[in-house]
């Protein structure tokens, strides 16, 4: 007999703590780490996070027994990603802290954070989706989904500017609608899988007061390395695939070249565009 379609989800939200996109990004340290002293939850997590809990929503919720947990890894600053995803709605919190993720790639967070859902596979019951966003504004390499569902071995729907629950050929599911630059594509993927959305899927919601004041009641779980088996040169930077040579401070922005026009303006903005290589 085929799996019912209105089951409850078990739904993990994957945030993150990143440098606010309104002050310039700096790097810090011998290894030019990122400096995250002016840090939120990522602007472009908000829509996994939405795209979740209208998906447990529509099948009735935390009474009707759906989840929406919401995960971080980082520093102890990175606990404020999942305070405001609970105060958005996520029902929980996981929180992977360990001083040797720090300096962890694209690699080694994907391996942390399938170690995380498998340890959340073993002692929360198994978990149907991950969804995240399209990428995270710091790193911007939008690596992080792909990697995850091929370590955990689910099927993967990435760059969802559309999603719905569907029965697929294979059971229980979702479709997506993936838009490319010229073209829109349907895809299809059944439970488990690993899910990233696009700034289109959806419109997040904002944290109320009510929700504030529930966040404070909401479990949060803080995990180590050590509780979810990864060795710790596996990630950080001893187990990093990449790393950052050197770095420097951005020069700062010349005065731009200035055409006064004398009546042969046109001309001399055509022989600048054509020295420039750009006409």
């Not at 929503?57 to 606990?79: F, I, L, Q, Y």
Request: charged share 20%; proline share 5%; no cysteine.
């Amino acid at each position: 007999m085929q799996e019912s379609a209105n089951r409850p989800l078990n739904i993990v939200v994957l945030v993150k703590h990143v440098p606010d996109t309104q002050f310039d990004r700096q790097l810090a340290g011998p290894d030019h780490t990122l400096d995250r002293s002016e840090s939120i939850l990522s602007e472009l997590d908000e829509y996994a996070l939405e795209a979740a809990l209208q998906l447990a929503e529509e099948r009735g919720g935390e009474k009707r027994g759906n989840s929406v947990t919401a995960v971080t890894m980082g520093p102890s600053a990175a606990a404020n990603a999942v305070k405001k995803s609970l105060q958005i709605g996520a029902y929980k919190g996981v929180h992977l802290l360990d001083d040797a993720l720090a300096g962890s790639d694209a690699a080694g967070t994907s391996l942390a954070l399938a170690a995380v859902v498998n340890h959340l596979n073993a002692t929360a019951g198994p978990v149907d989706l991950v969804i995240t966003g399209m990428a995270s504004t710091d790193g911007e390499t939008s690596l992080v989904p792909a990697q995850l569902a091929e370590r955990l071995g689910y099927a993967q729907l990435t760059f969802a500017s559309e999603l719905e629950a569907a029965n697929t050929a294979s059971g229980p599911g979702l479709r997506a609608r993936r838009d490319g630059d010229s073209y829109s594509e349907i895809v299809e993927a059944p439970f488990p899988a690993v899910v990233s959305v696009t700034d289109q899927a959806n419109e997040p919601r904002y944290p109320n007061f009510r929700g504030i004041m529930a966040a404070k009641k909401k479990p949060v779980t803080v995990l180590s390395l050590q509780e979810i088996g990864v060795d710790s040169a596996q990630v950080g930077k001893a187990g990093a695939w990449t790393s950052v040579a050197a770095s420097a401070p951005r020069p700062a922005r010349g005065q731009g070249t200035i055409i006064t026009d004398d009546g042969n303006a046109g001309v001399a903005l055509v022989d600048y565009l054509a020295s420039q290589k750009l006409i």
